[in-house]
Each structure stands twice: as C-alpha cells, then as structure tokens.
C-alpha cells in the first residue's frame, strides 16, 4: 500500500459513498470512498505497468522504464486538458466557480494548497490538475469580458506547450539557435508593420507590457545621458517625462523603477474622450524648461486601457521633433489595429515614434504573456544594457555572435514568447489577425448600439467607440427618474460592484468596473476574444439588467437605491 495514496474519485464529484472503490482494493488502497461516476477512476488503470502500487513522479523518465508511465500520465493530462478547452468554449458552463481566498486556502473538498513532505501519487498530480483548472477563472469562455488579455488560441496553445517541452532560455544562439531566429523574424515583420525602413528596427520579447514601456524610459534616458549607465543619477540634472492623464500606470512606475522618481512625471491633461490634448503638452514642456528642468520622454498611447482612445500621434510628434524629445508610443493594447487595414488608420503617426510597445497577448490572441519592445535606433538595446559577462558572451565563438542576444535585455535567463506567436501567424496568416480584430471591433460596435437603444443603460461617451472598450452604467429603475447630483452619483457609485459581485458568485460571466476621475463606477466591457458573438453581447446585458433589477432589495428588508433609505449591503 502506498502511504498518503488517495483514490482519483476525489477529482470528479464530492458526493461520496460508503462502499471500497474495487480498484482501490486491487492496488491496496484503504476504504476512502468514491463518488458514483466511475467512469473518472479509469485513470487508475491506465498506470498498469505498476499492478501492485500506484505510481510516483519517480516512475517517470528519465527512470528505467519510465516511457509507458510517462506516456500514460500525459494521456490523462491531455484528457484534462482536453475537457477543459472544451468546456471554456461551451457557454453552458461556467466562466468560473468563485469561491473566497480563505476557503481556497482551507481546502475544498479534498483540494489543498499545501505541500507535503512525503511524495504524492501520479493519480493526486492528475486530480490537483483537474481541481486547479476548476477553481480558476476560464479566460477563454465567449462570455469573459474582464480583461484585455482573453480567449484561448488552440494553435498558440500548442505553441506554448512546445516551448515548455523544449524549456531552453532566449540568451545564447547556441542554447536557442531556432527561437533566436524565430524573434528576429517576428520583429523584422512587426517593424515593418509600424512603418520603419529596413535599416532601422530593434527589439525585444518582454514579460509583458510594463517591462516593455520600462525599456523605452531606460532606452531614451541612455540616450540623451549615457554617462549614466556608470555614473548614475547623480550626474544628471533633474529629468521630466510626460505621459497622459489617461495613460497606463507603468509610466510611472518605470520612473519610479530607474530613480528619476514619480513627481517627475508629468500628467497632461486629456479630452473628454480621454486623448492627450497637443497644446497642453507644448505648455507643460515649455512650463518644465522654464523650471529649470530637462524634459526627454513622452508617452503617446494607443488604445488607452479605459476608454480605448487613441493619442493625436502626429501632432505629438511635431512637438517631440521641436523639443528634441524621445517619443514613444504605447500600443500595449492598440497596436494590433496595426494588424487591421480597416482600423490601422488610427495609429497614423506611430512609425515616428522612438520605441513602440506591442502586446500580442491582447488584440492579436497569444497566450499570456507575448509583448515587444520596438525600438528605432539599432543597437542602442546593447549599448545600453551589455554588460559583456563572460561566461555567456564569449567573442571567440565559431558562429556569428550577433545572434547572443541576451547582453541587449536586462534579463539573463528569458523565456522564450516567440514560438506561439510564429506559429499563430503561421496558422492565421497577417489577414487572419486582420479579420479576427475586425470581428472583435464588430462586437463593441454592436454593444454600443444596443446601449443606445435601452433606457436602463447610459454610455459614459456618446461617440462611437474607437477600439473596443465600451464604457457603461447601468442604471437601476430608483435611479431613472433622479436629478443628477452627489445623492444620485453615491448610489450609482454602488451599483457596479454589487452586480459584479453577484455575477461572479453565479459565474457566467464575467465584466470589469472602474471609477475614473469625476466619474463613478461604471463597467468596462473589453473584446479581444474571437469566441465571443453578438448572442454573448446581448447575454450579457440581460444578464446585468436582471442582477441590478434582483439587487433592488436587500435580503428583503430596505431598498438598496431609493431614495432616503440606508444601504444595508
């Protein structure tokens, strides 16, 4: 018998039975019970080359004999899978089944995060694998609207598996000689894409968007000052960047990160639609020199992560030409509409910026995490970051070391993001990406016009939505006829979050909230999933109109939302 084995029925139902599972009596196990489907205890016999135990992780390769084990346990695992994407496209199930982190971490009916010190059996593995799939949050459903990041690529999928499968690290060609070639491949086409020539262009793969913006701050400060990469900030003056009021928060962060420290960022002020205002960037450039200061950065985004606006690049441009300042555009979210020639014409301007942010990991569908930092000037990545360490970057190689790109990221060991990205855009062609981001812009077009039309919603902007971010209340019928004011916009401020809250206890979909300025909560709707249809569209709304109409009353006692009466919830 092997001590702390656990029969695999825990995986599948918890309604237990007091009868001993047959083949945990052929493999010596004690009475634990099962549950009634024992159709998910097959698992158990798949590992027959063990007939008197059941298998450990020591049983797999490279152990002797370890093949017929290790392929019987990816069978299940891929059996897991399997049901699991298929069940994330089914919009009969669950986009999650929420339960509260302390419940998590005290165990769910036989789930437990804690570790042992004894190993456990293959046949747990496979069970912990199953429950962590079925206590997480399926991105992928067709009604998962929360992030920017959603919908569950097969081929890039298959991409990410074969890059664990081949676990090899993106520093030396010589570890990665395929990848390596893969990344220059995909850069060369993103640059083009943005509109470089062909003697421009360099870049990286970056663990997502905010490493990605944090080299282009790094990248323009080298560039103006490269005596700080010795020297440090105590031989620079004062640096200013300017980024918008609308822009994404790593900005900041990136200059908190390198020392030129948050106060230093300039927020300049949007319209209502949520794009930098040009003339209020020249007077905060002039008002900054005038300071005493030295401006050297400016932050445009593309497809801002609230409203989904689109800076004036062009005409950011012209002042950044005019102050000598590096402009860098962030299109962490925007800049697959590069990919659209339907809706590329909204980035007008980005092949004028210094360095640009991509994120195929939101608009194009790759797996978490896929991002790029697309810099202008080649070679300055490697100034700026080599450090030449010795026992990697060797100079007297017998191959073209050019291709060690490691000395040009701030990383040593970086995981290779290429492989699914190549192999999508293998799969899907650029026109495919083309057509898969026009249907995600279809969606959002097809969710404002129904938002017109009801009077139980209100846009937070009446013009249409340029990417397809579609901002939203939905207001509760106490609240219809009430005079806009501090009483109404404090009961309105309520709303999202309840309903939200409901919705992910029920767990059939899924949608973000925010406040935003003087703005109270309202829902954020994002498309980025070429799952969704406009039937998920329409389902969500009634799904929100009969949460909120459901939320009118609190536990049957006082009106939530009416007027004069105290919120008990």
């Known amino acids: 018998m092997v001590v702390g084995a656990r029969c695999t029925g825990l995986s599948v139902s918890r309604t237990f039975h007091a009868q001993q599972c047959p083949v945990c009596i052929k493999v010596g196990l004690p009475p634990k019970g099962h549950p009634a489907n024992l159709t998910q205890l097959n698992t158990l016999n798949a590992f027959n080359t063990f007939p008197d135990r059941v298998p450990l992780c020591l049983d797999l390769l490279p152990a002797l004999s370890g093949e017929d084990t290790t392929k019987s346990f990816f069978q299940e695992l891929v059996n897991i899978l399997l049901s699991y994407v298929c069940k994330s496209f089914r919009r009969s199930s669950k986009v999650l089944d929420f339960h509260h982190p302390h419940q998590l971490r005290e165990g769910l009916e036989g789930f437990s995060l804690e570790l042992p010190d004894q190993p456990e059996n293959l046949e747990q593995l496979l069970v912990d694998c199953r429950d962590t799939l079925k206590y997480g949050v399926k991105t992928g459903h067709p009604r998962f609207f929360n992030q920017l990041s959603s919908g569950l ?102 200059a908190a990160v390198l020392g030129i420290g948050s106060e230093n960022v300039v927020v300049v002020k949007c319209n209502d639609r949520g794009k930098m205002i040009p003339a209020e960037l020249e007077s905060s450039i002039v008002t900054a020199k005038d300071q005493g200061c030295v401006p050297f950065y400016v932050n445009a985004t593309a497809g801002t992560t609230v409203y989904g606006a689109f800076d004036p690049l062009n005409a950011i441009a012209d002042i950044c030409e005019s102050h000598g300042l590096w402009l860098h555009v962030d299109a962490a979210w925007g800049g697959g509409l ?50 030449c360490a010795e026992y990697l970057f060797q100079t007297d190689k017998h191959y073209d070391t050019s291709y060690d790109t490691g000395d040009k990221t701030i990383q040593c060991g970086r995981h290779v993001d ?152």
Not at 518 to 527: G, H, S
Not at 529 to 543: F, H, I, K
Request: glycine fraction near 6%; proline fraction near 6%.
């Open 153 to 254: 690529d097969v081929i890039g999928l298959a991409g990410e598996w074969l890059t664990s499968t081949a676990n090899t690290n993106m520093f030396t060609y010589e570890v990665s000689p395929v990848f390596i070639l893969m990344e220059e491949v995909l850069l060369r086409k993103m640059q083009e894409i943005v509109g470089w020539s062909e003697e421009e262009g360099d870049g990286v793969f970056c663990p997502g968007g905010t490493m990605s913006n944090l080299y282009s701050v790094l990248l323009a400060r080298y560039h103006f000052f490269p005596e700080v990469k010795t020297k440090g900030m105590t031989a620079l003056p004062r640096l200013i960047l300017f980024t918008s009021a609308h822009s994404h928060y790593s900005v900041k962060k990136s």
């Open 338 to 387: 590069l990919m659209s020639k339907r809706h590329r014409v909204k980035l007008q301007g980005i092949e004028r910026a210094w360095s640009v942010t991509w994120n195929p990991h939101k608009m194009m569908g790759a797996p978490l995490q896929c991002s790029a930092i697309l810099v202008k000037k080649r070679g300055l990545l490697k100034d700026c970051n080599q450090m």
């Open 418 to 569: 290429v492989f699914k990205l190549w192999l999508m855009w293998k799969a899907k062609g650029s026109e495919g990406f083309g057509s898969q981001i026009n249907t995600c812009l279809e969606n959002a077009e097809h969710l404002f016009d129904k938002l017109k039309e009801r009077p139980d919603f209100e846009l937070v902007f009446k013009s249409k939505p340029e990417h397809s971010n579609v901002c939203f209340w939905y207001i509760p019928p106490t609240l219809r006829n009430m005079p806009p004011g501090p009483e109404r916009n404090r009961r309105l401020h309520e709303v999202a979050p309840k309903i939200k809250a409901k919705m992910m206890e029920q767990g059939m979909a899924m949608i973000g909230y925010q406040p935003l300025g003087d703005k109270v909560n309202f829902f954020r709707c994002v498309f980025s999933n070429p799952a969704t249809q406009t039937e998920d569209v329409d389902y969500l709304l009634e799904e929100i109109a009969r949460l909120g109409h459901d939320m009118q009353y609190a536990s049957g006692l006082r009106p939530i939302y009416e007027s004069g009466w105290v919120n008990q919830v």
